[in-house]
């Protein structure tokens, strides 16, 4: 079988990034987020992020979702539901992909979460058109 690699701006990103996460993690992943991590890996440009996961990332480093989560979980009490999937810095919060009801949170200091968006896929589109 032969296996398919994508080439995003000199990275290499496999079509099976979201099963190696979620092995990692030992976690289900919305499918969304496991399309876009097969697909892109992750987002890095004119200023917009969305941490994701290829092995050839530090998983204890930002763009990588696993470090990203580490970093703000315990500043922020962050569930084992949870993922950090981007910052706002506008708003200085983190934001949440709840990997079981597959929508996405922002979070403040006093860990009052807000629902932003009803899906992965809402929030790709609004960056999109920012």
């Known amino acids: 079988m032969e296996k398919k690699i994508l080439e995003r701006k000199g ?27 097969d697909s892109q890996g992750l987002i ?7 941490y994701g996961f290829s092995p050839n990332l530090d998983i204890n ?20 539901n949870e993922l950090v ?4 810095e506008l708003e200085n ?13 922002s979070i403040d200091i006093q860990n009052n979460r807000k629902l932003l968006y009803g899906n992965f ?3 790709l589109k609004m960056l999109k058109e920012e």
């Open 44 to 50: 890095s440009e004119n200023g917009k992020e969305v």
């Open 11 to 37: 990275k290499r990103f496999s079509m099976n990034n979201g099963i190696k996460l979620e092995k990692l993690l030992n976690k289900k992943l919305p499918m969304e987020y496991k399309k876009f991590l």
């Open 85 to 88: 999937v981007s910052f706002d």
């Open 93 to 105: 919060s983190p934001i949440l992909l709840n990997i079981e009801d597959g929508k996405i949170y």
């Open 121 to 123: 896929l809402e929030f």
């Open 61 to 80: 480093k930002i763009p990588c979702v696993i470090g990203a989560t580490n970093l703000y979980k315990k500043i922020y009490n962050l569930k084992d």
